[in-house]
């Protein structure tokens, strides 16, 4: 099941709502220059953007998705040159996010800053041209591995669904994961009364930018160290059995101990290899689209203070007005700002982005555009991180700003997670996403974690409220609401 869904003439797609400014960005990174230079006949380069959700025009995502499938389905050498290539732009997007990092902003002309941003903004759309192939990819790795691994060892295998989801990790730990094994072991310091403050700090300088996300919250801080750190320490399983399921050989000798039971053929072998590079790049792709975000949210800063601008509110700016503010034009005045912070819509036509905020114009555009659901009682998805029966109160959080209200054994109930969702998704006992593949980051996540997940629900965001009563199936991937709030 695809993370993007059909609704009529179009296919739409949950999506957070993320900071305005960067919303410009990747609706600037679909246009057909782009596409054509990464090798693309098809594109999407039309979209709106409304109350969290994403409508792309059906006739264009379709021609774009069948167009990754065929190259994948023909093996025809498509994908490992589509891998070098974006692989080696997110790895210097995220060299650039560490320099800009480091850069004296007060000390730069505008028009040295403004020289900048314009690079920044050419390499952030290199690397989100080719985003959109996540999602027919992630579609077609998890159905041919349970189409050749079926054809291995019988699909009523105990351990068959474990073992896809083991083919679907990433080939090399990402930040993500190496953030939470770091965490763990400075955990086991602080309990032998071997760390200090230098080692958060230094922890601090190299993960931090994990938990500002896609300027949704602000980079973990010593606090949030020490704190998750004694979350740590207190949880019933037990430090040294989250440190071992946490670390890289747990994960390389899950892989093994899957090869062993499946002895894969040279066609499987080579799905298997293409899906894990895959689970690696879309991971890593984020964290160089985030790092690179925080690098340069010190610049954006400085935009803010030159102009006596709220700094909480300037990646709710346009991409023109951010370029504008440095050539001496007003931001914008805070009767708009505070329509923007309240709600926002986008229209996409031919890359150019229409951004609106007046109530009356987003009620016309719900009437067009909304998709309604009739009142259920459960939802069916697919399991990501296998487990049990799972009850808990769902906290539905539709971005990083909810994420405080997710208490011990509660059920986070996302769109999709990122990876500033890692604190909420550690104090989870299961997590439901509407969207994702087996790629996904709540997919990887959870899976090293050990937390149960349930992946492409497609509704669950809409149909399940804060505080109901859930049963999470963590080995059929069903989710009931057993009582309403």
């Not at 919303?23 to 596409?35: G, H």
């Not at 290539?85 to 505008?110: H, I, P, S």
């Not at 769902?394 to 059920?411: H, N, Q, W």
């Not at 996904?440 to 959870?446: M, R």
Request: net charge positive.
């Amino acid at each position: 099941m695809s993370a993007v869904t059909r609704s009529g003439k179009w296919r739409i797609k949950p999506s957070s709502k993320l900071p305005i400014f960067l919303r410009f960005v990747i609706n600037s990174s679909f246009d057909t220059k782009i596409a054509e230079a990464a090798g693309f006949k098809n594109f999407v380069v039309n979209r709106v953007y409304l109350n969290h959700m994403m409508y792309w025009p059906a006739k264009e995502y379709d021609a774009f998705e069948a167009e990754v499938i065929g190259h994948l389905k023909k093996n025809d050498g498509w994908y490992e040159k589509y891998y070098a290539r974006e692989l080696k732009n997110a790895e210097y997007l995220y060299r650039w996010g560490l320099k800009l990092k480091k850069v004296d902003w007060k000390n730069k002309t505008n028009l040295e800053i403004d020289k900048v941003l314009t690079q920044l903004l050419g390499y952030y759309r290199t690397v989100i041209g080719s985003w959109y192939v996540q999602y027919p990819s992630d579609t077609f790795f998890e159905d041919a591995i349970e189409e050749e691994l079926a054809k291995h060892i019988s699909v009523n295998h105990p351990d068959f669904r474990k073992i896809v989801l083991i083919f679907t990790d990433p080939k090399k730990m990402t930040d993500v994961a190496q953030e939470r094994w770091e965490l763990l072991k400075l955990a086991r310091k602080f309990k032998n009364k071997k760390a200090s403050k230098k080692d958060i700090a230094k922890h601090l300088d190299k993960f931090a930018y994990i938990n500002r996300g896609l300027a949704t919250s602000k980079p973990y801080s010593e606090s949030d160290i020490l704190k998750r750190i004694a979350e740590a320490r207190q949880s019933k399983e037990g430090l040294s059995e989250l440190l071992r399921y946490s670390s890289p050989q747990k994960i390389e000798a899950d892989y093994k101990w899957a090869l062993g039971i499946v002895k894969p053929n040279k066609r499987l072998k080579n799905i298997i290899s293409q899906a894990r590079s895959h689970s690696f790049l879309r991971n890593r792709r984020v964290e160089a689209f985030m790092l690179a975000d925080y690098g340069g949210s010190f610049m954006y800063h400085e935009i803010a203070r030159r102009n006596k601008f709220n700094p909480n509110w300037i990646m709710d700016v346009s991409v023109p007005e951010m370029h504008g503010a440095l050539h001496g034009k007003p931001l914008p005045s805070v009767a708009e700002m505070k329509k923007r912070l309240h709600n926002y819509a986008m229209v996409v036509r031919n890359a150019q982005t229409s951004l609106i905020t007046d109530p009356k114009e987003i009620k016309k555009l719900e009437k067009q555009y909304s998709v309604t659901h009739k009142q259920e009682e459960f939802v069916q998805g697919r399991m990501a991180s296998l487990g049990g029966i799972i009850r808990g109160r769902a906290k539905v959080c539709l971005d990083k700003s909810e994420i405080g209200k997710v208490k011990r054994g509660d059920i986070l109930v996302a769109q999709f997670t990122t990876p500033d969702f890692v604190s909420a998704m550690e104090r989870a006992a299961a997590i439901v996403a509407d969207q994702g593949g087996l790629s996904s980051h709540a997919a990887i996540v959870s899976r090293e974690l050990g937390v149960p997940c349930v992946i492409g629900t497609a509704k669950g965001t809409r149909l399940i409220h804060d505080n109901d009563l859930l049963e999470v199936n963590a080995k059929t991937g069903l989710v009931k609401i057993i009582k309403r709030a």
